[in-house]
């Protein structure tokens, strides 16, 4: 009995990993009927901006409004089967909310997807290393601790199992 409690409690995680689904999708999926997809790249960080590109699915010329942080960024509109890049500045240490919105002239503007973008990178320029690397004064300073130890140990070790005690 001991045995057979112990594998079913070994399959219950076993069991509870493989009834979830695999991947859960992320909003927004593309729509088959999007006029155009947006794709945004890395941070470049030396100018602290970034690339997004506006991809038409459409035989049919689209127009966009692109946002960030719900200020327009760029619009106008792109030919059919053509991308169109358009850079967008993230001051450093921020982040913005890119939105592209299909524009219509009959109705509201949609949202066709947004992304949100982190500027991590790092202020400033870097100072050249001019030391001594780190990892040997680590090392140095690791054998200086053990030597020190082992001093202690020693010194010790030759005071305390004493044959005669100083009690009597």
Known sequence: MRKRARLALAALPVGAVLSLPSAAWAWPIPDKGDPFTMTVDRIACRTNTVRVTLRNQTRQLARYDLRADSRTV???????????????????????????????????????????????????????????????????????GLILTGGVAWFYGSLWPRSRSPFT
Do not use: F, H, Q
Not at 74 to 86: E, W, Y
Not at 90 to 96: A, H, K, T
Not at 106 to 126: A, M
């Open 74 to 144: 760029a619009s106008g509109s792109i030919p059919a089967r053509k991308a169109v890049v358009r850079t967008v500045k993230v001051r450093p240490g921020s982040g913005v909310e890119i939105e592209a919105y299909s524009v219509n002239t009959w109705g509201p503007d949609t949202l066709i997807d947004s992304e949100r973008v982190r500027n991590d990178c790092p202020w400033g320029r870097r100072l050249p290393m001019t030391g001594p690397p780190l990892d040997l004064m680590a090392k140095l300073a690791t054998a200086g």
